[in-house]
């Protein structure tokens, strides 16, 4: 089992630093047309799996910065909910505001319209204890938004089942799909980097963690694709300068992410109209 010493960064878009020139070696670039990081822009049109994804806008209000994350489209029975990492939503002790999520968002368009959370959900241990990598198998947050005169699964068509892995488990073909930003990605254009996945650590629900992608800045929360499901969310990566470079990825796994996705529908279903 890999165990994850080295030290990480949350993908914060105000927090990139400049690249090494190739921080995936080659030999381990998955992604046809991969940059130096494993990434490619994904190709036009989008598959539906694809489409599911867009960008999470959040306002901090201490800052006053613009957070921007990737998210995507989960399967529920109100059909109104985005998986994302929870550091899209709760950051440094306090909770983002006036979030809204773009799905299918491509170069400045929404096609698939914007849509305003009601409601954020995030691990309690995530809430309310300070920072600390022995969270990060917590990233992970579900927005419920609002309906605009039909549930979200309506427009973009049903969301992404999730695919719930334990502890140890390894996983091969993952693709994760977000929008970097900052030097050389245009933080605009959604980008897909092709990878396999091994455990991490050896406490609580575990992470995954992947050598072929280097994720950049702004791909929080992004998910990690396999046959049609979603099996994480990209979480951190090791610093940028590091010239072999991971990602973190949180699974689905574990009684705590189903919990919160239960009592996410719960609330949302209650909440829609008859």
Known sequence: MLRLVLSLTLLSPSGLAGA??????EHRVLTPGGDRLGYAPVPRPHTQDQ?????????????????????????????SLVLTAAHCLHDKGRRLRQVVFLPGFDRGRTP????????????????????????LPYDIGLVGVAPRGEPLEAVTGP???PLRTARGTSLR????????????????????CLGDADEAVGRGPGLLV??????????SGGPALRDGAVAGVVSSSSPLGD????????????????????ESDRWMRLRSPA
Do not use: Q
Not at 20 to 25: F, G, K, L, T
């Open 20 to 25: 090494a020139e190739r921080s995936v070696p």
């Open 51 to 79: 489409r599911l994804t867009g960008v999470l806008m959040a306002h901090d209000p201490v800052s006053g910065d613009v957070v921007m994350c990737g998210g995507t489209v989960i399967g529920s029975r109100s059909r």
């Open 112 to 135: 698939l319209g914007v849509w305003p959370a009601v409601r954020t959900w995030v691990p309690p241990r995530w809430r309310d204890r300070p920072y600390s990598a022995d969270l």
């Open 159 to 161: 969301g992404l089942r």
């Open 173 to 192: 073909g993952l693709e994760l799909l977000g929008y970097p930003a900052g030097k050389r990605y245009p933080g605009t254009r959604l980008y897909r």
């Open 210 to 219: 992947t050598r072929n992608c280097h994720a950049p800045a702004g791909g």
């Open 243 to 262: 010239r072999r470079g991971f990602t973190v990825l949180t699974r689905l796994g574990g009684r705590v992410f189903g919990r919160m996705l239960a």
